[in-house]
């Protein structure tokens, strides 16, 4: 989503494995579905397109993060190796058409993907296996307030790396020993000087002169450090600079785009206009299991928030129990949350309680892309916690956001704020097609279909 990175010779090495094999489950297709005895001109039809397809294949693997899969889960990479054989198919489709090559048969588009995943899944966890094993560990330290620094060790411990200690703000955190404390910002320098280390995490809530001295630090001794943007950092991100007659200034503060939020709008129209079109038949059937398992109502609608504070009706299929909140009051979902029904479970897991929030975009309400809506009573309590919070309402409200495709269903309230902002910073409409596009992957991703 925005991320650079670089190519080195173990993702050549990837490629050349993914071409190879994409192109050998094409061919084990055509082998299937004529017996061993391919005719000369259907297989010239596969090659005809067989350039466009290898480079169309290598720009969705990269597009889905196949090539930088070092710190990954298996889980992760799995879903995007699925939706990439799944688009790659359809595109292929399209190309065969395109060409006018009808030689190319339909069986062939049936067989292929089984064979190109099976192929590609043993390679690909073969590789990520290996490159783990050849990658030399990063040694690592966090600097942050004590809290902080806690859960950057749970996020950070991956079996693989080693995290050395914390540096954090004092000395009575500096005491409790059920983690490694290297010592308090104010030892920082010594702690640096003879310490073995390779990678450093800083958060953003560091006080200035300390990552300053960090970052200094880093450039002179080429250390890695990883910063954990506080919300101050996210708004400072992607701004323009300028200049006040020779003084360099960022300029902060929304980017006019004539024009974008109507093309948004005319997109978002089109998109809902469609998804009710097509997902109707199975809406309906949805509609049919929840009157089986609980019976009515079918439809669960709630008050949200949208742009500029203004409230409106968001329509989900239900997945609870009627009245799920009539003893506890507004409470947000957990995980096992005893409330869901069996019917509900899936339909969460899947997303198919979202699709009645088609007809929110049709009117307006929402759009495709943006913040995911949440309740007044939330908003209220968010607000105060977090007065940076209320920055998501200047856009729309969306059925799906960053937050939702690079987070996960136990990301704090704090951290999907800062993909919120983020998103707003550099909110676009090529922006907001990578994220559609990664939140199908998210959908064979439980920890965070969830």
């Known amino acids: 989503m925005g991320i650079k990175y670089q190519l080195s010779g173990v993702n050549f090495i990837q490629m050349a494995g993914d071409i190879l094999l994409l192109n050998l489950g094409i061919i084990l297709a055509f082998l299937i579905r004529f017996n061993g005895q391919v005719p000369m001109i259907n297989f010239e039809a596969y090659l005809k397109v067989l350039p466009f397809f290898s480079l169309f294949a290598l720009f969705l693997f990269n597009f889905f993060g196949l090539y930088h899969t070092e710190n990954k889960q298996w889980s992760e990479v799995s879903a995007s190796l699925i939706v990439s054989i799944i688009l790659q198919t359809l595109i292929t489709i399209v190309m065969v058409y395109m ?12 067989i292929m993907p089984v064979f190109q995943l099976m192929l590609l899944g043993l390679w690909r966890w073969f590789m990520l296996n290996w490159e783990r094993k050849n990658t030399i560990p990063k040694q690592i330290i966090i600097i942050a307030p004590y809290e902080e620094a806690v859960g950057l060790v749970k996020k950070a411990e991956n079996g693989r790396d080693i995290i050395l200690g914390l540096i954090v703000q004092d000395k009575i955190q500096a005491n409790i020993q059920k983690f490694n404390i290297l010592g308090t910002y104010e030892s920082l320098n010594e702690i640096l000087q003879n310490t073995n280390f390779n990678t450093i995490i800083l958060s953003g809530n560091v006080p200035e002169k300390y990552k300053r001295e960090v970052l200094q630090k880093c450039l002179k001794y080429n250390w890695e450090v990883l910063l954990v943007p506080g919300l101050y950092e996210i708004l400072l991100s992607q701004n323009q600079i300028d200049q006040v007659d ?11 785009n004539l024009g974008r939020e109507q093309i948004k709008r005319i997109v978002d129209f089109m998109i809902a206009s469609i998804g009710i079109l097509v997902s109707l038949p199975i809406m309906g059937l949805v509609a049919l299991a929840i009157w089986l398992d609980s019976g009515r109502p079918i439809l669960f609608c709630q008050e949200r928030v ?73 908003v209220e309590q968010f607000e105060k916690e ?31 704020i800062k993909y919120d902002l983020l998103y707003l910073k550099g909110s676009s409409l090529l922006f907001d097609l990578q994220i559609m596009l990664q939140t199908v992957k998210v959908l064979f991703m439980k920890d965070k279909a969830s």
Not at 394 to 408: D, E, H, I, S
């Open 386 to 416: 977090i007065p940076e919070y209320s920055y998501r309402h200047l856009v729309n409200p969306g059925l799906t956001g960053l937050a939702q495709v690079a987070g996960k269903y136990s990301t704090t309230v704090e951290d999907k």
């Open 246 to 256: 020779d003084t360099l200034v960022f300029k902060v503060g929304p980017t006019a």
């Open 306 to 378: 949208s742009k500029r504070g203004k409230r409106f009706m968001l329509y989900k299929f239900r997945t609870m129990v009627n009245d799920a909140e009539k003893k506890t009051g507004p409470i947000l979902a957990a995980k096992k949350d005893p409330r869901i029904t069996r019917v509900g479970g899936f339909l969460r897991a899947t997303r198919l309680d979202e699709l009645p929030q088609l007809f929110n975009i049709l009117k307006g309400e929402m759009s495709v892309v943006g913040p995911r809506p949440e309740r007044p009573f939330f």
């Open 99 to 110: 060409f006018g090559k009808y030689n190319f048969p339909r069986t062939v588009f049936l």
